[in-house]
């Protein structure tokens, strides 16, 4: 558990799924045109939601509002995990690396959300 921050932008969490987002934009442009309005923006959308949600449940107050947040980032990042799954399925993009990142997000995310608990609101 790092240090505690007062900024979400100094988090390295978020920093690495910031990272992550720009990397799914930045893929998903190679998408085919008939993917705008499913895939890309599915994935799109997922992906944003799980620093998103970092972000909103990052200053509050009560365990439990931090709590709610971070667990809907988690079930984000699961979709986004599918998601990177149907991209290789259809054989848009190797995921590989991505899914890499995203297996590391997970952790780093888990052990916050775990840290949360075990240092009663101190995060």
């Not at 993917?35 to 972000?55: D, K, M």
């Not at 890499?100 to 997970?106: H, K, M, Q, S, T």
Request: include cysteine; glycine fraction near 2%; aromatic fraction near 14%.
């Amino acid at each position: 558990m790092e240090e505690k921050s007062k900024c979400f932008e100094n988090v390295k969490l978020w920093q690495k799924a910031h990272k992550f987002v720009l990397d799914i934009y930045k893929i998903t442009k190679q998408f085919p045109r008939e993917e705008l309005y499913g895939l890309t923006s599915q994935i799109r959308r997922a992906s944003v939601s799980i620093t998103a949600n970092f972000v909103e449940g990052f200053k509050k107050k009560s365990i439990s509002d931090k709590a709610r947040y971070y667990n809907i980032a988690q079930g984000s990042l699961n979709e986004t995990k599918y998601y990177l799954r149907l991209v290789k399925d259809l054989e848009y993009y190797d995921t590989t690396e991505l899914n890499n990142e995203l297996e590391e997000i997970a952790k780093m995310l888990e052990a916050y959300t775990n840290a949360l608990f075990r240092n009663n609101n101190k995060i």
